[in-house]
């Protein structure tokens, strides 16, 4: 590879990537290869950018660059060498994203803060919340939630989703990779069964613990610290928990629903509109 398109690589990552400088080169003095490549490398990594570098590798060798094939050679032991540290490459949000079932950080170990993606968001409530911590021990309220946790956790972490945060009496989940839509929904319908069972032989309250749920997706920034972000998505979800979500069911937003398998849409009944937002509700009933 050129310098020319090894600094224009590096510039789509680093905007104002200046390799003279970097190389301790005056303007004007070619860098040698080898050593262009070495310094591109070590400032990715210094500046925890190398996996979105490497991505862009993989994109450029896989479809070319400004209408060039451009084979990158070593590129394979580089990928290995990626995925033997945890890592996979997901050609959906063309990024490399931490193995499901591995390492858990909120970022799926890639996105860095002030990015701007689009999520799923998976928001959770208990029901009751107030009036069981009143009328019971703590000892039995702490073991029911933090069993409940237990419970989310695993489900969404199937689908290498991630627990952004946890208030107590309720939490919010995030997805990234993949359907992120599906994967919400698939996650909040499975806590719900999961939900039944906890109740029918584990829950140590003397009545059903219970939730409400709702999904939404969108773009929102992402921050480390979570209540930091400014979303619009973030804000729905919540929204629409709120005000459309009855115990025991789980709401999802039309952006939500429309994009669901025609094979789940039957599960879900409308349940009118959250501004201009039309809402589809799932709820679990049992035959008497």
């Not at 860095?112 to 993606?117: A, E, K, L, P, Y």
Request: aromatic letters at 10%; charged letters at 25%; proline letters at 3%.
């Amino acid at each position: 590879m050129d310098i020319k398109t090894m600094v224009a690589l590096a510039r789509r990552v680093v905007g104002s990537y200046d390799l003279h400088e970097r190389c301790g080169f005056p303007h004007g003095v070619a860098v040698p290869n080898r050593d262009a490549a070495a310094q591109i490398v070590e400032d990715m990594i210094a500046s925890s950018n190398f996996l979105v570098f490497v991505s862009l590798l993989i994109e450029v060798n896989q479809h070319g660059f400004v209408g060039r094939k451009i084979p990158i050679r070593g590129l394979d032991q580089i990928v290995s060498e990626v995925m033997d540290a945890g890592m996979v490459y997901d050609a959906e949000t063309h990024a490399f994203v931490e193995v499901s079932g591995r390492r858990q950080t909120s970022n799926w170990g890639v996105i860095r803060d002030g990015d701007v993606h689009t999520f799923g968001f998976l928001r959770f409530d208990i029901v009751g919340n107030s009036r069981l911590v009143r009328e019971y021990d703590e000892s039995v309220v702490m073991k029911a939630y933090g069993d409940l946790r237990e419970i989310i956790h695993a489900v969404i972490e199937r689908r290498n989703g991630r627990l952004w945060s946890w208030e107590g009496d309720g939490g919010l989940a995030a997805f990234f990779t993949d359907e992120v839509d599906s994967a919400a929904v698939l996650s909040g319908m499975e806590i719900l069964s999961e939900l039944v069972l906890y109740n029918a032989l584990q829950c140590p309250l003397d009545e059903p613990l219970r939730l409400r749920l709702a999904v939404h997706s969108g773009t929102s920034e992402y921050r480390s610290n979570v209540s930091d972000i400014q979303s619009a998505t973030i804000k729905k979800v919540y929204q629409i928990e709120a005000h459309h979500t009855q115990p025991n069911s789980l709401t999802v937003s039309d952006t939500v629903f429309y994009s669901l398998d025609p094979l789940i849409e039957p599960w879900f009944v409308s349940v009118g509109s959250d501004g201009d937002t039309a809402c589809f509700r799932y709820a679990v009933t049992f035959e008497t």
